[in-house]
């Protein structure tokens, strides 16, 4: 005889449509928490579906038709385009004006500068496997490079001379000028992190293998005049009044549910465990 096991999390319903728990499961990836909180990525899986299937209920109420769009290579699902849908039919947005985006310009203008420019040299040792993540042995030399040009910072070129597994081992390492999107994330943000003359404290991994970065040279953006950032001031302040909107038609829609299995007050939403 079987005993009857309670399950571990309770079902979860809306308006009497019920979210199956393999759903929910599926839907756990998504929302990765610290630590080990199973609960609460539950939680917060099992709330994202709650408010997918009460904007796709409301969608249906109102006899919502949307085709799906592609942008590049994503094209939408038929929800994701019955919810665009529902949004773009439910929400009205005022445009912004000029006052309003000028002064948000007026707060700070030093936040608003063209990008960067770095002048940077590397040592890059590449993985002797080729795999993408370089192997212990490549790590350690990595290692003891990078102690010896920060040692010995005009060495830098002699030991990229002899060291590097890249093209730019030739010319000691420099790799010209590097803008912000020139190179991968990971490069890029210890780029961010130096000052000129300084020599990264541990080697940089990336899908190319281990780098020692320097950076020779740095300019800082200048900061743009009104008329060239007032377009992108004006598009982020209409996407926050957008947001903002879109937040409390679903809150009303929540207001209004029958939701069951799980708490969609917002304090419970944040409360972390």
Known sequence: MTANRTPLFPEVAVNGERIPPQAIAAEVQNHPVAGVKPGLAWRRAAGALAIKTLLLQEAARRGVKAEPQRSGRNVETEEEALIRGLLEDALTVEPVGYGEVRAEWERDPTRFRAPPL????????????????????????????????????????????????????????????????????????????????????????????????KIDASEQGRVLPFAAVMQKISDALEKAAWTRSAKEFVGQLVAAAHIEGIDMSSDSRTQQT
């Open 118 to 213: 770095w002048e940077v040299s590397h040592i890059l040792f590449r993985n002797e496997s080729r795999q993408t993540t370089a192997s212990p042995s490549t790590a350690k030399f990595a290692l003891e490079v990078t102690g010896e040009a920060r040692s010995n910072p005009e060495r830098f070129p002699e030991l990229a001379r002899r060291h590097s597994d890249c093209e730019s081992a030739r010319s000691g390492g420099r790799l010209g000028q590097i803008r912000p999107g020139d190179t991968v994330p990971e490069f890029e943000a210890a780029l961010r992190s130096l000052e000129k003359g300084e020599i990264t404290a541990t080697p940089v991994s990336t899908r190319y293998g281990w780098h020692v970065i």
